[in-house]
Nanobody
Framework: QVQLAESGGGLVQAGGSLRLSCAASGRTFSANVMSWFRQAPGKEREIVGF????????YYADSVKGRFAISRDNAEHTVYLQMNSLKPEDTAVYYC?????????????WGQGTQVTVAS
């Protein structure tokens, strides 16, 4: 099993920044691809981006490109989501998820989520 623990959410004014963290523990070799999702009220969960620990590739959704950045700490098996130029539409619960590889069809592990609220 893999446990994911997110932190760093909160309330910020539009244009501000926040950094989220997701620390993986347990069988981290089953968490080679780690991602960030978000779910706004009344909307479906959407992917924000992911990082592949094996080759370092990072993907971003178009809605956050140029504003959000994913980074990682290999030693701590932690992934960060730096969110800049935040907009009210970024308000959502942000979730960390992981799967064993890019070929694994589902995200097998999920964190509990952290609320991000962007005030206009």
């Amino acid at each position: 099993q893999v446990q994911l623990a997110e932190s760093g959410g909160g309330l910020v004014q539009a244009g501000g920044s926040l950094r989220l963290s997701c620390a993986a523990s347990g069988r981290t070799f089953s968490a080679n691809v780690m991602s960030w999702f978000r779910q706004a009220p009344g909307k479906e969960r959407e992917i924000v981006g992911f990082v592949n620990w094996i080759n370092g590739n990072i993907y971003y959704a178009d809605s956050v490109k140029g504003r959000f950045a994913i980074s990682r700490d290999n030693a701590e098996h932690t992934v960060y989501l730096q969110m800049n130029s935040l907009k009210p539409e970024d308000t959502a619960v942000y979730y960390c998820a992981a799967r064993k590889s890019i070929l694994t069809p589902t995200w097998d592990y999920w964190g509990q989520g952290t609320q991000v609220t962007v005030a206009s």
